[in-house]
């Protein structure tokens, strides 16, 4: 299928999805409701009634729930999942896992972004994952020379999009330098980089490629202080004044120890001290923060987006779960790496590291009684919405109909009482629990399988076949 087709396809899909869905059980902003009627039109919920009657409804089998937003991924990186895995000849850590993303991705052409996103768009979905942001750098060929079209890689990512049903925020990632100080890049940062003025000009034709998708949202992600200088990220902040903003930061205990070094300031502490930092930021990782700089960004309305299997995967560190939360502070998950994609699984293993790191039980909780599960997912929904910047995230009027349908008969829900049912998705992960998923009311998986994913998974192997053959 070509590009211009499977938007065609899609668009058509998307204006046709007028439809009454009903569902035994709900998880709505107040909380579970029972017999509960959806009404869809142009992709969003257009009703929502309780104890209603089915009659004139599709009937779904299961328990709905809103898709869960993922706030960050780097697409491509799904490709490498599992081939970072083996010990170098000296210590591994982040900067090693590194050099083998840059040698990835400096063989993909745009078809092989497209083919591999696709394939982790549809595994998103299958896992609970309704929404993505995608935080995207490789912009060029090769060997650094733009595409004809500024915006070839962005439209790829789009098509993929489209081709899956996922709800899509594109952050075109600003990326001039190769470290701290305007150090010059390396050779395998060359498909990243943009001076301000081509990357606005990028920004722009990315949100041409992305007024072919409905529901689609641009915003700009800096791609991390190491990345620029105070005065090219000061004229792109300016440049946007509207979508989100989203940055790496804080990841690494090398990337404090060299912001310290340029500035004398740690990373989010500069970042706050000469950045208007408010609620349309998302501050990716934020891993190392004294207690100052925790009590800064809750303050400030920012979203942490918190990726815990890749932190985990890459060794980063864990998060100042409990202070941040006791602050305020607003947090959504991401599946970054992509090295395993499960939206239950990113929560589960957020509590899990703040457990191992404090030696405590029911952490990311604030309140007696509080259900861990619960807390996280909420959170996790109202975060993640905010952080891509679109009506997502609650089965509510007027938001897109976003609706992951949990099977009823799974042993982890029809052994309990509702009030444990987001405890037990999240925290006794065994068979996936997703049977079906409802995006921008069209339905995209059905007994846990993407409804595309024959020919997605197909186009997946080829395209790896060739690509770790090569
Ligand atoms: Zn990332």
Same mark, same amino acid.
């Given at each position: 299928?070509?590009?211009?087709?499977?938007?065609?396809?899609?668009?058509?899909?998307?204006?046709?999805?007028?439809?009454?869905?009903?569902?035994?059980?709900?998880?709505?902003?107040?909380?579970?409701?029972?017999?509960?009627?959806?009404?869809?039109?142009?992709?969003?919920?257009?009703?929502?009634?309780?104890?209603?009657?089915?009659?004139?409804?599709?009937?779904?089998?299961?328990?709905?729930?809103?898709?869960?937003?993922?706030?960050?991924?780097?697409?491509?990186?799904?490709?490498?999942?599992?081939?970072?895995?083996?010990?170098?000849?000296?210590?591994?850590?982040?900067?090693?896992?590194?050099?083998?993303?840059?040698?990835?991705?400096?063989?993909?052409?745009?078809?092989?972004?497209?083919?591999?996103?696709?394939?982790?768009?549809?595994?998103?979905?299958?896992?609970?994952?309704?929404?993505?942001?995608?935080?995207?750098?490789?912009?060029?060929?090769?060997?650094?020379?733009?595409?004809?079209?500024?915006?070839?890689?962005?439209?790829?990512?789009?098509?993929?999009?489209?081709?899956?049903?996922?709800?899509?925020?594109?952050?075109?990632?600003?990326?001039?330098?190769?470290?701290?100080?305007?150090?010059?890049?390396?050779?395998?940062?060359?498909?990243?980089?943009?001076?301000?003025?081509?990357?606005?000009? $990028?920004?722009? *034709? /990315?949100?041409?490629? =992305?007024?072919?998708?409905?529901?689609? !949202?641009?915003?700009? +992600?800096?791609?991390? @202080?190491?990345?620029?200088?105070?005065?090219?990220?000061?004229?792109?902040?300016?440049?946007?004044?509207?979508?989100?903003?989203?940055?790496?930061?804080?990841?690494?205990?090398?990337?404090?120890?060299?912001?310290?070094?340029?500035?004398?300031?740690?990373?989010?502490?500069?970042?706050?001290?000469?950045?208007?930092?408010?609620?349309?930021?998302? $501050?990716?990782? *934020? /891993?190392?923060?004294? =207690?100052?700089?925790?009590?800064?960004? !809750?303050?400030?309305? +920012?979203?942490?987006? @918190?990726?815990?299997?890749?932190?985990?995967?890459?060794?980063?560190?864990?998060?100042?779960?409990?202070?941040?939360?006791?602050?305020?502070?607003?947090?959504?998950?991401?599946?970054?790496?992509?090295?395993?994609?499960?939206?239950?699984?990113?929560?589960?293993?957020?509590?899990?590291?703040?457990?191992?790191?404090?030696?405590?039980?029911?952490?990311?909780?604030?309140?007696?009684?509080?259900?861990?599960?619960?807390?996280?997912?909420? !959170?996790?929904?109202?975060?993640?919405?905010?952080?891509?910047?679109?009506?997502?995230?609650?089965?509510?009027?007027?938001?897109?109909?976003?609706?992951?349908?949990?099977?009823?008969?799974?042993?982890?829900?029809?052994?309990?009482?509702?009030?444990?049912?987001?405890?037990?998705?999240?925290?006794?992960?065994?068979?996936?629990?997703?049977?079906?998923?409802?995006?921008?009311?069209?339905?995209?998986?059905?007994?846990?399988?993407?409804?595309?994913?024959?020919?997605?998974?197909?186009?997946?192997?080829?395209?790896?076949?060739?690509?770790?053959?090569?």
């Amino acid at each position: 299928m070509t590009r211009s087709q499977t938007l065609a396809a899609t668009s058509a899909k998307d204006s046709g999805a007028a439809r009454t869905l009903f569902f035994d059980h709900a998880f709505l902003p107040g909380g579970w409701a029972r017999n509960v009627r959806i009404a869809v039109a142009d992709g969003a919920i257009s009703q929502v009634v309780t104890d209603a009657d089915a009659a004139g409804s599709e009937r779904v089998k299961g328990i709905a729930v809103p898709g869960l937003p993922n706030l960050h991924c780097h697409t491509f990186q799904r490709g490498m999942a599992g081939l970072a895995e083996r010990r170098g000849p000296g210590d591994d850590s982040f900067w090693t896992w590194r050099d083998v993303m840059y040698r990835f991705l400096g063989r993909l052409t745009p078809e092989d972004v497209e083919a591999i996103a696709a394939y982790a768009y549809a595994e998103m979905l299958e896992r609970g994952f309704t929404a993505v942001g995608e935080f995207h750098y490789i912009h060029h060929g090769a060997d650094g020379t733009p595409y004809a079209d500024l915006a070839e890689m962005a439209s790829r990512v789009t098509a993929a999009a489209g081709a899956t049903g996922i709800g899509l925020t594109l952050l075109p990632a600003f990326y001039a330098y190769g470290g701290f100080g305007a150090a010059p890049a390396v050779a395998g940062q060359r498909r990243f980089l943009n001076d301000p003025q081509r990357f606005l000009r $990028l920004v722009e *034709a /990315t949100r041409a490629a =992305a007024a072919n998708l409905p529901s689609t !949202a641009v915003g700009i +992600a800096p791609h991390s @202080l190491r990345a620029v200088t105070p005065e090219t990220l000061a004229e792109v902040v300016k440049a946007t004044p509207q979508g989100p903003i989203h940055i790496h930061i804080a990841e690494q205990v090398k990337e404090v120890d060299d912001c310290l070094a340029w500035s004398g300031a740690r990373p989010v502490a500069w970042l706050y001290d000469h950045m208007p930092v408010d609620a349309r930021w998302c $501050l990716i990782h *934020a /891993t190392h923060m004294t =207690a100052d700089e925790t009590q800064r960004m !809750a303050a400030s309305g +920012a979203v942490a987006g @918190l990726c815990p299997i890749t932190e985990a995967s890459l060794g980063d560190g864990i998060f100042n779960g409990p202070e941040f939360l006791a602050a305020g502070g607003r947090f959504g998950v991401g599946s970054d790496s992509n090295i395993e994609i499960d939206a239950a699984g990113e929560l589960r293993l957020l509590e899990y590291s703040q457990r191992l790191g404090r030696r405590g039980r029911n952490i990311m909780t604030t309140e007696a009684g509080e259900s861990t599960g619960h807390r996280l997912f909420t !959170a996790a929904l109202a975060g993640g919405a905010q952080a891509l910047g679109r009506p997502i995230g609650s089965l509510a009027v007027g938001q897109r109909a976003d609706i992951v349908v949990l099977d009823a008969e799974h042993t982890s829900f029809s052994t309990v009482a509702r009030e444990h049912w987001l405890d037990s998705w999240i925290f006794v992960p065994g068979r996936p629990a997703v049977d079906s998923v409802f995006a921008g009311g069209v339905k995209v998986v059905d007994g846990g399988r993407h409804l595309q994913r024959d020919a997605i998974a197909a186009r997946y192997r080829a395209t790896l076949g060739r690509l770790i053959d090569a």
